[in-house]
């Protein structure tokens, strides 16, 4: 079946520095794939999405390209700030049903 | 707009007892669902509808009922609280689909502790 598998966390950076988060997916066909960013306390919103093969999203300075040919989706930023600090979750969607990651936490340092 | 929103925030039960766990969402989406989200596992879906009437099961359906009688609710019943049920439970709706997938909406959770 469909899964997807993201890097464990927690990840811990300093202000300025460069992130990524690993996510790579197992799904036949093309399903849409999406990073939630989910803020303490809060439930989780859309951080940026992509439909098809090659296709980049991007939102907020963060950037994560559809890679079909190695079933990855990596979410980065090249300056990161405390007020990214959160949990990230790669998810997939396919017709009525999403899948989603375990969860990245990320925590930036002044 | 509200958006997506749920009710109760937090709720404790005890082994046996039986709740609601309410959903409202004013966007007029078709596309409703529930997770559950526990440390470590991310969310799983538990049920979704694609309209009113409609109603399909998910990755962990098992102890939880739902129904969808209007476009705006989509409430999840236990019908009686395990202990394994703890966990915080998030709502969603999207807009409709056309033949693929779309952003989904979350509401704020529910945390709900089963002693």
């Known amino acids: 079946g469909d899964s997807v598998t993201q890097m464990e966390g927690p990840v811990t950076l300093s202000e300025e520095a460069c992130l990524t988060i690993?996510?790579?997916?197992?799904?036949?066909?093309?399903?849409?794939l999406f990073w939630y960013v989910q803020y303490p306390g809060e439930g989780l919103q859309l951080l940026l999405k992509a439909t098809k093969a090659d296709d980049k999203g991007s939102n907020k300075g963060f950037e994560a390209t559809y890679r079909k040919e190695t079933t990855s989706f990596h979410l980065e930023k090249g300056s990161v700030q405390v007020s990214d600090s959160a949990v990230y979750f790669c998810a997939l969607g396919r017709t009525y049903k999403y899948i989603f990651g375990t969860g990245t936490r990320l925590k930036v340092l002044a | 707009n509200a958006g997506v929103t749920q009710t109760p925030k937090f709720q404790v039960l005890k082994t046996g007892q039986s709740m609601t766990l309410q959903c409202a969402q004013d966007m007029n989406h078709e596309y409703m669902s529930w997770y559950r989200q526990d440390p470590g596992m991310g969310l799983r879906l538990i049920h979704y509808s694609v309209g009113a009437g409609i109603t399909d099961q998910g990755e962990v359906p098992n102890g939880y009922n739902v129904s969808r009688s209007t476009t705006e609710d989509f409430p999840l019943r236990l019908l009686s609280a395990a202990p394994s049920q703890t966990s915080v439970y998030f709502c969603a709706s999207s807009p409709p689909i056309s033949g693929g997938t779309d952003t989904q909406y979350f509401g704020p959770g529910t945390r709900l502790t089963v002693l």
């Open positions: 690993n996510c790579t997916y197992t799904a036949t066909g093309y399903p849409s």
